[in-house]
């Protein structure tokens, strides 16, 4: 299997510690039409290019009636009416008409769709909804008309390591992750969409991995997060040690007991979701309870907002899944990286920077209105008993002020449990004042990296910045943790650095009472937690506080490891995401 050209080990960043032997699976581009592709047809080749087209319109069509049959229920539904948009008469029509007019049958195509989709999106409503099919049909068949192969996401037919360039956040969400072995991606970086969804599920993934999409298709590969590898081939020696780690890590999850240090300091274990799945996942006692639930992730589809309505019932069907456990709900943290149809603006040009988290109630009041109005609705209908464990949070506050409306806002919507987002650097010189007007806060690291350092979290080239052991970073953490202390309100961590062992030690020791992660990282860390005491954890805190490097503030803290803990771990080798 192994090429001339192909890659021997590819090297990234690891999210997670999990590793994953399967077949590669490649997730391909939308075609880009060439230059010799738009060159206008000569009238003599006019009829070919018409048969072409119209022959790779009735491939697509039958290709996704095929698929329709083999899916489950709404996706055959979808599966079929995408089928139906590639067979309809009038595509076929404009397509002749702008042939005839000279163009080739790639040009063709596209351009006859964009056409259809233009006339969708004006009619709005349920048609503009079917653009994105539209889409999908489009790029089939132009990848059928130059020949080349199918884009999109695979058909998955047994557990795979799903590879692409860069994967979206619909992307990712519409693959079948019963079958998703690993993701790789070229791209992205350790707190982008695909880390944090693959760390959700405790899929094991590589992110900027440069070169893995040259690895052929089939080719069976060994992704390894702990080490950011990904082996094509490997030996038989590496899939035993593989398996030997995830035994490890498998004997470490037994323990569910509550978050705890040493000698009995309690640091609430939470876990981070976006479905009501997620929670219904967690199991009786794998987390105390959910510490971010990211509502948005509920609606990276809907081309409209949703109604309180439609809102109410997944809240109450979470609220129920949780068990009258903490569940701290985010309100939509649309915009920049998390893109909502309904929810972004089209026009900014500094997306991080702009109307996105709760700054969209300057722009959209009713989108926070209908969303509060919904959890306040789900939360009345739960026992008198668990309503205060309830916890809604606002992600992107920036001042105190905004603390105090959202509150003002959410108690009048019967919510009991109030708190903010700490992201902004602003926000976390303010703690203090800012938790005079709520009552928790959460500290979302992965944020708080980005606009500490100036650094896109999206951009795997400034990994080094985005590390949250950066020194002002950990500064920012520990005023916002010094602030909880002072005012005896709860500061939690929900951003990536709680899922690190090591850093879990250090947050702990700084004030943080919870840290919040995807749930297949809790064991490791509650088995720090269990061999530090706080005084320890303390110590950690303040030697890494003291570090002038990112690198050297995680070693201060190494240094101060139980040595059992470091090497079951894993913790002595360089910091992965
Ligand atoms: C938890 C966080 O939010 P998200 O990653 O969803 O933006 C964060 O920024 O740390």
Redesign the pocket.
Known sequence: MTTANQPRTVSGLGVGRSAAVAPLVLVRAAPAIPPDARRPLDPAEAPAALGLARRALAEVAADFTERAAAAPGALGDVLRSTSGMAADPELADRVRARIEEGQGPAVAVDGAIAEIIALLTAAGGLFAERSTDLTSVRDHTVARVLGLPAPGLPELRGPSVVCAVDLSPADTASLDLTKVAALVTESGGP?G?TA?IARQLGIPCVVRAAGATRIPEGTVVAVDAANGTITPDPGQALVDSLRARAEGERALAEDTSPGATADGHPVALLA?VGTVDDIERLGPSAAEGVG?F?T?VLFLDAVRAPSREQQTPVYAHAFAAAKGARTVV?TL?AGA??PLAFATQEDEENPALGVRGYRLVRTLPELLEEQLAALGEATRALPAADRAQVWVMA?MISTPEEARIFARLARAHGIETVGA?I?VPAAALRADAILAEVDFV?????????YTMAAD?LDGALTDLLDPWQPAVLSLVAATARAGTATRKPVG?????ASDPLMALVLTGLGVTSL?MSAPALPAVRHALRHHPLSQCRAMAEAALSAPTAPQARQAALTLTAPEVTTLLGLGGERRG
Do not use: F, W, Y
């Open positions: 707190t969409h944090i981070n971010l990211r948005e985010r943290d990286d998390k992600p987002m992201e959460s500290l979302g690291t992965n944020d708080l990296a980005q979290r961590v929900c951003g990536e650095s919040s």
